[in-house]
T-cell receptor
Framework: GAVVSQHPSRVICKSGTSVKIECRSLDFQATTMFWYRQFPKQSLMLMAT?????????EQGVEKDKFLINHASLTLSTLTVTSAHPEDSSFYIC????????????FGSGTQLSVL | AQTVTQSQPEMSVQEAETVTLSCTYDTSENNYYLFWYKQPPSRQMILVIR??????QNATENRFSVNFQKAAKSFSLKISDSQLGDTAMYFCAFMSFGNEKLTFGTGTRLTIIP
C-alpha cells in the first residue's frame, strides 16, 4: 500500500525557536496534502490544505504566519511552526491524496512537538 | 458545514464479542464518502472501512462491517469476533465529493478485554 513518511516523529524545542516537519509520499504523487493537529484524547482538527505549487489554504482560526506550509513538489510538503510557544505543543499529522484517487487519503505517522 | 457526531466516548467489550460503534452526521449534500479510521496507541491512522453514499450495499472488510442509513444520516461500525488488537480510538469521518477535506468525529475509545 501507499506510504506517507513523516519526520521527525518527536521533537522537543525551546520556546521561540522554529521547527520544521516533513511529509513525504514515497510511492505516489500527491497534488494535495493536509495538515492536522491533535490534542491529547481529542480528534484531528484540520489546519490547512497544501496544494503543490500554490499557497496553502488555512482553516479558520489557524494563523498562517505561525504555521508556514510549503508544498514545493508532488511528493513533499513541510509544516514549519515558527517562534514556537508551549501552547503549540501538540501532535501534528499529515495526510496525502494521490492525484488520481480523491477518496484515498494516506496518513503519516505523526509528529509529537513539545515546546519547553 | 458538515458535522460528525460520535456519542460514545468510551466502550469496552470482551474478546470475541461483537461491538457496534455509532456515528451520525449532518450534511445537505447527496454525494459523499464516509470512513471509519482506527488510531491505535502508536497513533498511526489506519483506514478500517469506506462507504460511498451512492451505494446502498453496506461495506464490509473481514470482521468489520457498517450499517449505513442514508436517510437517517447514520453510519455505525460493527466489529465481529473482537480481538485484543482492536483496542484503539475509532474515528468516523466524512468527505464530500466536491471537497477533499475530511471531517472527523470526536472518536470512541474502544477497549477489548481479555
Amino acid at each position: 500500500g501507499a506510504v506517507v513518511s513523516q519526520h521527525p516523529s518527536r521533537v522537543i524545542c525551546k520556546s521561540g525557536t522554529s521547527v520544521k516537519i516533513e511529509c513525504r509520499s514515497l510511492d505516489f504523487q500527491a497534488t494535495t496534502m493536509f495538515w492536522y493537529r491533535q490534542f491529547p484524547k481529542q480528534s484531528l482538527m484540520l489546519m490547512a490544505t497544501s496544494n503543490e505549487g500554490s499557497k496553502a489554504t488555512y482553516e479558520q482560526g489557524v494563523e498562517k504566519d505561525k504555521f508556514l506550509i510549503n508544498h514545493a513538489s508532488l511528493t513533499l510538503s513541510t509544516l514549519t511552526v515558527t517562534s514556537a510557544h508551549p501552547e503549540d505543543s501538540s501532535f501534528y499529522i499529515c495526510s496525502a491524496k494521490p492525484w488520481d484517487r480523491k477518496e484515498k487519503l494516506f496518513f503519516g505517522s505523526g509528529t509529537q512537538l513539545s515546546v519547553l | 458545514a458538515q458535522t460528525v457526531t460520535q456519542s460514545q466516548p468510551e466502550m469496552s467489550v470482551q474478546e470475541a464479542e461483537t461491538v457496534t460503534l455509532s456515528c451520525t452526521y449532518d450534511t445537505s449534500e447527496n454525494n459523499y464518502y464516509l470512513f471509519w479510521y482506527k488510531q491505535p496507541p502508536s497513533r498511526q491512522m489506519i483506514l478500517v472501512i469506506r462507504q460511498e453514499a451512492y451505494k446502498q450495499q453496506n461495506a464490509t472488510e473481514n470482521r468489520f462491517s457498517v450499517n449505513f442509513q442514508k436517510a437517517a444520516k447514520s453510519f455505525s461500525l460493527k466489529i465481529s469476533d473482537s480481538q485484543l488488537g482492536d483496542t484503539a480510538m475509532y474515528f468516523c469521518a466524512f468527505m464530500s465529493f466536491g471537497n477533499e477535506k475530511l471531517t472527523f468525529g470526536t472518536g470512541t475509545r474502544l477497549t477489548i478485554i481479555p
